[in-house]
């Protein structure tokens, strides 16, 4: 991949290890007091975010600043990383 090139991927299909930064999530596969949250919890545009797990429920462990959250396969569905 070229440098300066950016490519935007579902959280839920990368690897464990790999790194992005939060380009979106899909506000219809998530309620609005579940975007709000993701929000206060700081889930928000341009936020680094790293798979740490993935769960055999095809849900991941991320981690944001310093703090590390599961998320179940459909949440992580909807998001979009900038990689």
């Known amino acids: 991949m070229d440098k300066g090139v950016s490519m ?3 959280l839920a299909e990368l690897d464990t290890g ?3 930064h939060l380009e979106g999530i899909d506000a219809d596969s998530v309620s ?7 929000s ?3 889930f ?7 798979i740490t797990q ?3 429920g095809g849900g991941v462990v991320v ?7 599961a998320l179940d396969a ?6 979009r990383l900038k990689l």
């Open 40 to 42: 206060q919890l700081g």
């Open 54 to 56: 993935r769960t055999t």
């Open 18 to 20: 790999q790194r992005g």
């Open 8 to 10: 935007i991927a579902i």
């Open 74 to 79: 459909h949440t992580a569905q909807a998001m």
């Open 44 to 50: 928000r545009q341009g936020c680094p975010i790293e």
């Open 32 to 38: 609005p007091e579940r975007y709000r949250r993701f």
């Open 63 to 69: 981690r944001v600043g310093s703090a590390r959250y």
